[in-house]
C-alpha cells in the first residue's frame, strides 16, 4: 500500500529529537574491510499485508547468504508514517540504515540536502548490474548523476472499479475518458447515496487527475496550466455534489479500504492493490484499469518505481550495499511474484513472468509501461505537496469548484 500522505517538514527547517531506538543506524563490526561481512543492518519499510511476508522472506534468505549479517526489520505501520518520520530520524541519525521507498517521495531532497548516500562509488563492489533493470527506472534514481537508489519494484498508476457498486448504480461498463468517470461518479451518488470516487488526499493521488486531463508539472514549469487546473476542478465539483469524496471522510485509512468495504465505486489506486484485496477483501469483484483521459479512447498512467536507499549516517555503507544486493536479486524478485505482492519487479526478465503470474495486472502492458507519464513533482516536492493539499482541503471545505487562483499561487511559489 503505496502513495500515502507527505505532511514532513524539510529537514533543514526539523527539529532533532529522539525516535525510538529501533530505527536507529546500528551496523556494528562491519567486517567488509576484513573480507568477511558481520554486523546488523537496520531495513525500513511501510508495512501491510503481504508485503510484511515479502520482507520477512526475502531477509530470512539474505541472512543465509549473508551468515555474518543480522538484518533488523524496522517497520512502518503506512508508508505516510515512514514518510512523515523519515525527516527526523534522517536529521537525528536514526533512520534505518537502509530504507525501502519509491520516487514519488522527495528523494531528491533528501539527497540534495544530504540525508541519505550516494551509491555510485559503492555499487561497483556489489554483484548488483544495474543493466539488469529498465534504464529509466534506473534513471528515475540518479540525480545530478549520482545513483540513490537499487531497483526493488517498477510501480505505476491506475484506476480501480468495484463492481458491486457500480452495478447496484446500473453502470455495466468502464468509462472510455475521464469525463465519463465524472458520469459514472453522479450516477453512483444518485442511485446508491455513495461516493462514486474515493481519493486519498496527497500529492500522488491529486496529480493522477491532473495528468488524467493532460497535465503534470514538469518539475514546477508548468503547475498552474490549463490542464491542471480542469483536472483539480474536475475534483471539485464532484466533491461539492457529494459524488466524490476523501478517505477520510469516509472513514477509511486509505482509499483501497474504502473500495474494499464497498464504500465507494472508483479510485486512482495502482497495483498495490492486488495484494490488498487478495488479503483483506477477497469477496469484492473488483478491476484494475489504465486512468481514462479527457481524450476518448486514450489512456494514461504514471511509471515509477521502488528502490533501496543508504542513510548517510549509516557507519558501513558497503555493508549495507551488500545487504541491498540480496534483497535485489533474482531470488528476490521472482520472490515478489510468488507472494502475490502487488509490485512488479524491476528486472526486465521477471516484468512478463510477473504478468503471466497474476492477471490482474493483464491490462499493463509493456507498451502502456513504456508510454507512462513521469510524476516530475516541483523540486521542493514536501512543501509543495503540503501546499497542495491543505489549498484542496480548503476549497472542498468551502465548496469552490475552482482551482485557478491555488494553482497560480503555487507556481509562485514553488515553479521554476
Given at each position: ?39 546488523t ?20 534468505h539474505?541472512?543465509k ?12 505501520p ?33 539527497a ?25 527506472l ?11 537508489g ?13 463492481h ?9 461498463s ?17 442511485k ?29 514549469k ?40 464497498n ?7 495502482g ?15 473488483y478491476?484494475l ?20 536507499s543508504i ?15 540480496q ?12 507472494t ?12 512478463a513472468?510477473?504478468?503471466a503470474?497474476?492477471?490482474?495486472y ?5 507498451a ?12 521542493n ?7 497542495l493539499?491543505a489549498g ?25
Amino acid at each position: 500500500m503505496r502513495r500515502r500522505r507527505l505532511v514532513s517538514l524539510s529537514i533543514a527547517v526539523i527539529a532533532v529529537t529522539a525516535v525510538a531506538t529501533a530505527c536507529g543506524s546500528s551496523n556494528s563490526g562491519g567486517g567488509s574491510s576484513s573480507g568477511k561481512l558481520s554486523g546488523t543492518v537496520t531495513v525500513g519499510f511501510a508495512g501491510g499485508g503481504v508485503i510484511n511476508t515479502y520482507m520477512t522472506d526475502i531477509i530470512k534468505h539474505a541472512e543465509k547468504a549473508l551468515p555474518g549479517v543480522k538484518i533488523k526489520q524496522v517497520v512502518y505501520p503506512t508508508y505516510d508514517d515512514q514518510l512523515n518520520q523519515l525527516p527526523t530520524q534522517f536529521a537525528a541519525g536514526t533512520a534505518p540504515d537502509i530504507t525501502l521507498w519509491d520516487n514519488s517521495a522527495p528523494v531528491a531532497e533528501f539527497a540534495t540536502q544530504g540525508a541519505i548516500a550516494s551509491m555510485s562509488s559503492l555499487i561497483g563492489s556489489t554483484s548488483i548490474k544495474l543493466s539488469a533493470f529498465p534504464q529509466a527506472l534506473v534513471n528515475g534514481w540518479k540525480i545530478d548523476g549520482k545513483l540513490y537508489g537499487v531497483p526493488s519494484y517498477l510501480q505505476n498508476s491506475a484506476y480501480v472499479y468495484n463492481h458491486d457498486v457500480l452495478e447496484k448504480a446500473g453502470i455495466t461498463s468502464y468509462p472510455t475518458d475521464i469525463t465519463q468517470v465524472g458520469q459514472d461518479a453522479q450516477q453512483v451518488k444518485t442511485k446508491t447515496g455513495k461516493p462514486g470516487i474515493v481519493i486519498l488526499e496527497n500529492l500522488f493521488h491529486l496529480t493522477q487527475y491532473m495528468i488524467a486531463f493532460d497535465g503534470g508539472f514538469n518539475y514546477g514549469k508548468t503547475i498552474d496550466s490549463a490542464q491542471n487546473v480542469a483536472g483539480l476542478n474536475f475534483l471539485l465539483k464532484l466533491f461539492a455534489d457529494g459524488a466524490a469524496a476523501s478517505s477520510e471522510q469516509l472513514g477509511a485509512a486509505w482509499d483501497g479500504v474504502a473500495i474494499g468495504d464497498n464504500q465507494a465505486a472508483m479510485a486512482d489506486g495502482g497495483p498495490w492493490y492486488i495484494g490488498y484485496m487478495s488479503t483483506s477483501a477477497p469477496k469484492v469483484s473488483y478491476t484494475l484499469k489504465p486512468i481514462p483521459s479527457v481524450t476518448p479512447g486514450k489512456s494514461v498512467i504514471t511509471t515509477y518505481g521502488g528502490a533501496y536507499s543508504i542513510s548517510a549516517k549509516s557507519s558501513d555503507k558497503a555493508l549495507d550495499m551488500a545487504v541491498i544486493a540480496q534483497l535485489t536479486n533474482a531470488w528476490s524478485q521472482n520472490e515478489e511474484i510468488t507472494t502475490n505482492l502487488g509490485f512488479v519487479p524491476a528486472m526486465t526478465s521477471y516484468v512478463a513472468d510477473y504478468r503471466a503470474h497474476t492477471p490482474e495486472y493483464a491490462p499493463f502492458t509493456n507498451a502502456v509501461l513504456a508510454a507512462g507519464a513521469s510524476l516530475n513533482y516541483p523540486v521542493n516536492t514536501t512543501a509543495f505537496g503540503n501546499a497542495l493539499v491543505a489549498g484542496f482541503q480548503q476549497l472542498v471545505a468551502s465548496h469552490s469548484t475552482s482551482s485557478a487562483a491555488l494553482l497560480k499561487q503555487l507556481q509562485q511559489k514553488y515553479g521554476s
